[in-house]
């Protein structure tokens, strides 16, 4: 465990959908950079033992909840549910995530029999829908692109990608690229405004595809930075 | 310049807008791997002129014509005008391109004071909207987010950048692939469908953003592969 950033220090990071695959790789990789970590499930049951397998797993300060529970816990809160209840639920939560930093990590994608493709986003993006609900909260689109294989995966100790972190608000998308530093071998990468975020959220139907046809976990860098 | 894949031996590289940027990067690099090159322009004047520099600054076999002269004389074609016009010239085009692999490189893309975004395009993406007019023709998406600074650059020596490839047809994918791979550094990826193209024409956006920031020309690379 490397020592934490500033901004980090003290904080407490919610990941709400933390027992589907993105949310619990996420989990596992702020609990081991020394972050507490509250996971957020629909059941607070669920939610519990996923925090419990965890720090068996990776040790740390890890506990359970439901989602709004979570949400209420932690400074950091971020949202890797189904894009299917994704407005819903962040409706529901929107007083508890007042005044804080909320970072989406859904991607609106459909599959069919030859493979993943962007959904059409009323709002133009999932994030983009996040801050047009959460309207007292600071929302940051990251973490689309990672490979929940990845970052499950115990025997990866470097995970090869960087976290493309889209926002308007310069405090909160450093934050968000600090947070995805403290997962070994990514690089939080600032990529622009929210309103250029559904292209990050769709890419993923492209690295779908990469995926299937070079038998990858395929991550992006960027170059010449 | 090392030896051309086996697809591309005796393949003439016809660039529409070849007088813009994009377009004259790409001819440059063409051109400087041992490929026959026409650059197209609105106006055959002006292609004459670039190919004369290209031909005077990297060497081979590079000629001038207008737009419709290049569609004529390539075997494979790339579309590197801006998208503004996109649909009006390909529609003129469509009988010569019949038969023919074309490559659109075009990112629908606007700017104002905040940066660059993604412009919404009816038929999902210039690539889409491309196949859609040129129903004889076969589409592939591609180049969209590499630097014209870096190609057109004597100095750089090696673009540090992957090139997503979309399209439904596999053997034109891979074509396009390889010509990708003609440029010293580059790697072509296969990037899914067609129906997947308009995030990786709009991700530009991002990387004009990325540029922004850190004073960059950035690239992308896909890990894992």
Known sequence: MTSLPE????KTVAVLGGTGPQGRGLARRFAAAG??????????ERAAEAASAL??????TVTGA????????????????PWDGHGELL????????GKVVVDCVNPLGFDKQGAYALPVEEGSAAQ??????????VVGAFHNVSAVKLEDPEVASVDTDV?????VRAATDLVQDLAGTIPGV???YGGRLRNAHQVEALTANLISVNRRYQAHAGVRVTDI
Chains 1, 2 share one sequence.
């Open 129 to 138: 829908q996040a801050q047009g609900i959460l309207t007292e909260s600071t």
């Open 187 to 189: 690089r939080g990468v």
């Open 55 to 60: 720090v068996e797993a990776v040790g740390g």
């Open 7 to 10: 901004s980090l220090v003290g």
């Open 91 to 98: 409706k529901e939560l929107a007083p508890v995530l007042a």
């Open 35 to 44: 972050l507490p970590v509250v996971i957020g499930s629909r059941s607070a």
């Open 66 to 81: 439901d989602n709004a529970g979570a949400a209420e816990a932690g400074d950091v809160v971020v949202v890797a549910v």
């Open 164 to 168: 493309l972190v889209l926002g308007d």
